[in-house]
C-alpha cells in the first residue's frame, strides 16, 4: 500500500507541475537522468564467489527526476525553486529514504548578491569536489572510499552562495540534519544535537580552478554511527559534541580539451566513544576524443586507526550517441593492505560487497544513459 502511495504521489505531483510549468510561460523546466547498467564484482560476501547485479543507486550519475523554477520580482530580484527526486531505476523506487524530492528541496531568492535557499540540499562537501573528481558520483568512485562523499546533504538548512568574477564563496546551516528518526541523525533537537555546518572558497579562471572547504556534523541521542570503511560497523555517535569533520582542498587544470584533476580530503572524527582520523588523496584525468570520452582516476585512502590502506583505480569510456544519450563501460580495481575492514569497489551500493582484510577487488559495468 505503501508502494503504491508513493507512485501516486509522483504521478500527481508531475501532473500538477507539468500544468503548472505550461500556464508559467517556460519559467518551470522538468529535467532528469535515467541511469542503469550491469554490474560484475568478484570477491564479494567477504572474499567468496562474485556477484552480477544491476545497481540499484548509480551506473555513471545517479538517476533522477526534478523541477526547477523561477519567478522575476523586479530590480534583479528572482524567486527559485529546486525539487528533486532520486530512483532507483533497477526497481522504479524512491531513493533517499524512500523521500519524494530526497535530492533536493529548496526555495530561496537569487539576485546579482548571491543566492539564498532553504530546505533540504546539498553541503559544500559535495559543491567542493564535483570540479576536481573526474569520475564523479559513479558505481565505482570516490564513494568506494568514502560513501558520504555523493551523498552529502542535510534537511532543514539555509545556504548562501555568492559568485563575484571568478570567486565562489558558499556556506550551509542545518539546525537537524536529517527529519527521519531512522537517519542519521533525526529532528531538530536544539544544543547543537544533529546540526551541521560547512563553507567553502573557489577561484575559477578558464583554464583552471582549486577550491578550499570545511565541513562538520554533530552527533545527537538519536544518531545511528557514522560509518568510516563502507560495509564495516560504525562509530557511535550520540553526543552534541560528539564531531565528523572533513578538510578539502582540491583543483583542476584544462589543457587543450583535456582535464586533469586532483585532491586531498582530511577527515576528524572525535567522539567519546573514539578519536580517528583518515586521509585520502585523488588524481584523475579526462579525455574526449570525437564521441567518445576516457576518463581515468587513481585514489588513496590511508585509514591507520582501523589498519586499512586502499587505492582505488577506476577507467572508463564513454560513447555519446547524441547529446543526450550514452554508452558506457568502466572498470574498478581497489588494493588493500592492512589488517582492519577492506574496502570495497562496491561501496557506493546500497548493499556492499567487501572482499576479506588485505584482500584485493574488480569491479566492472557496462551501461546506458539518458537525460533529459
Given at each position: 500500500?505503501?508502494?503504491?502511495?508513493?507512485?501516486?504521489?509522483?504521478?500527481?505531483?508531475v501532473?500538477?507541475?507539468?500544468?503548472?510549468?505550461?500556464?508559467?510561460?517556460?519559467?518551470?523546466?522538468?529535467?532528469?537522468?535515467?541511469?542503469?547498467?550491469?554490474?560484475?564484482?568478484?570477491?564479494?560476501?567477504?572474499?567468496?564467489?562474485?556477484?552480477?547485479?544491476?545497481?540499484?543507486?548509480?551506473?555513471?550519475?545517479?538517476?533522477?527526476?526534478?523541477?526547477?523554477?523561477?519567478?522575476?520580482?523586479?530590480?534583479?530580484?528572482?524567486?527559485?525553486?529546486?525539487?528533486?527526486?532520486?530512483f532507483?531505476?533497477?526497481?522504479?523506487?524512491?531513493?533517499?529514504?524512500?523521500?519524494?524530492?530526497?535530492?533536493?528541496?529548496?526555495?530561496?531568492?537569487?539576485?546579482?548578491?548571491?543566492?539564498?535557499?532553504?530546505?533540504?540540499?546539498?553541503?559544500?562537501?559535495?559543491?567542493?569536489?564535483?570540479?576536481a573528481?573526474?569520475?564523479?558520483?559513479?558505481?565505482?568512485?570516490?564513494?568506494?572510499?568514502?560513501?558520504?562523499?555523493?551523498?552529502?546533504?542535510?534537511?532543514?538548512?539555509?545556504?548562501?552562495?555568492?559568485?563575484?568574477?571568478?570567486?565562489?564563496?558558499?556556506?550551509?546551516?542545518?539546525?537537524?540534519?536529517?527529519?527521519?528518526?531512522?537517519?542519521?541523525?533525526?529532528?531538530?533537537?536544539?544544543?547543537?544535537?544533529?546540526?551541521?555546518?560547512?563553507?567553502?572558497?573557489?577561484?575559477?579562471?578558464?583554464?583552471?580552478?582549486?577550491?578550499?572547504?570545511?565541513?562538520?556534523i554533530?552527533?545527537?541521542?538519536?544518531?545511528t554511527?557514522?560509518?568510516v570503511?563502507?560495509?564495516?560497523?560504525?562509530?557511535?555517535?550520540?553526543?552534541?559534541?560528539?564531531?565528523?569533520?572533513?578538510?578539502?582542498?582540491?583543483?583542476?587544470?584544462?589543457?587543450?580539451?583535456?582535464?586533469?584533476?586532483?585532491?586531498?580530503?582530511?577527515?576528524?572524527?572525535?567522539?567519546?566513544?573514539?578519536?580517528?582520523?583518515?586521509?585520502?588523496?585523488?588524481?584523475?584525468?579526462?579525455?574526449?576524443?570525437?564521441?567518445?570520452t576516457?576518463d581515468?582516476?587513481?585514489?588513496?585512502?590511508?585509514?591507520?586507526?582501523?589498519?586499512?590502506?586502499?587505492?582505488?583505480?577506476?577507467?572508463?569510456?564513454?560513447?555519446?550517441?547524441?547529446?543526450?544519450?550514452?554508452?558506457?563501460?568502466?572498470t574498478?580495481?581497489?588494493?588493500n593492505?592492512?589488517?582492519?575492514?577492506?574496502?570495497?569497489?562496491?561501496?557506493?551500493?546500497?548493499?556492499v560487497?567487501?572482499?576479506?582484510?588485505?584482500?584485493?577487488?574488480?569491479?566492472a559495468?557496462?551501461?546506458?544513459?539518458?537525460?533529459?
Amino acid at each position: 500500500m505503501r508502494h503504491r502511495f508513493h507512485i501516486a504521489s509522483i504521478v500527481l505531483t508531475v501532473g500538477l507541475l507539468s500544468a503548472f510549468a505550461a500556464q508559467a510561460q517556460n519559467n518551470v523546466a522538468l529535467f532528469g537522468v535515467i541511469d542503469t547498467g550491469i554490474e560484475y564484482v568478484n570477491h564479494a560476501s567477504q572474499g567468496s564467489g562474485s556477484v552480477i547485479r544491476i545497481p540499484t543507486l548509480s551506473g555513471s550519475v545517479p538517476s533522477r527526476l526534478g523541477f526547477r523554477g523561477a519567478e522575476s520580482l523586479g530590480n534583479g530580484l528572482d524567486a527559485v525553486f529546486v525539487l528533486e527526486n532520486g530512483f532507483a531505476p533497477d526497481q522504479g523506487g524512491n531513493l533517499q529514504g524512500g523521500r519524494l524530492f530526497g535530492r533536493q528541496s529548496t526555495l530561496g531568492l537569487r539576485g546579482a548578491w548571491g543566492h539564498i535557499d532553504i530546505g533540504r540540499q546539498w553541503t559544500t562537501t559535495f559543491r567542493a569536489i564535483i570540479d576536481a573528481d573526474v569520475i564523479g558520483p559513479a558505481v565505482f568512485s570516490l564513494a568506494s572510499l568514502d560513501s558520504y562523499l555523493p551523498n552529502a546533504r542535510v534537511d532543514n538548512s539555509v545556504s548562501y552562495y555568492g559568485t563575484f568574477g571568478g570567486l565562489t564563496i558558499g556556506g550551509v546551516y542545518s539546525l537537524g540534519r536529517d527529519a527521519s528518526p531512522a537517519g542519521n541523525c533525526g529532528g531538530e533537537q536544539g544544543n547543537r544535537a544533529c546540526t551541521s555546518w560547512s563553507a567553502l572558497v573557489k577561484y575559477n579562471a578558464a583554464q583552471w580552478g582549486v577550491t578550499g572547504a570545511f565541513e562538520e556534523i554533530r552527533g545527537g541521542s538519536s544518531a545511528t554511527p557514522i560509518i568510516v570503511v563502507p560495509g564495516a560497523a560504525g562509530i557511535a555517535f550520540n553526543h552534541s559534541g560528539d564531531k565528523d569533520q572533513r578538510y578539502h582542498l582540491n583543483g583542476y587544470v584544462k589543457i587543450n580539451q583535456t582535464k586533469i584533476g586532483g585532491g586531498w580530503l582530511y577527515r576528524n572524527i572525535a567522539t567519546d566513544a573514539r578519536n580517528l582520523h583518515t586521509n585520502l588523496y585523488y588524481l584523475g584525468a579526462s579525455v574526449p576524443v570525437q564521441n567518445m570520452t576516457f576518463d581515468g582516476q587513481i585514489s588513496y585512502m590511508d585509514n591507520p586507526s582501523y589498519d586499512s590502506k586502499a587505492t582505488l583505480f577506476v577507467l572508463r569510456a564513454t560513447y555519446a550517441f547524441s547529446k543526450r544519450t550514452a554508452a558506457y563501460l568502466s572498470t574498478g580495481y581497489i588494493h588493500n593492505r592492512g589488517n582492519g575492514p577492506a574496502y570495497s569497489v562496491s561501496a557506493s551500493s546500497m548493499t556492499v560487497h567487501a572482499p576479506n582484510p588485505g584482500q584485493s577487488q574488480i569491479g566492472a559495468i557496462i551501461g546506458l544513459r539518458h537525460a533529459f
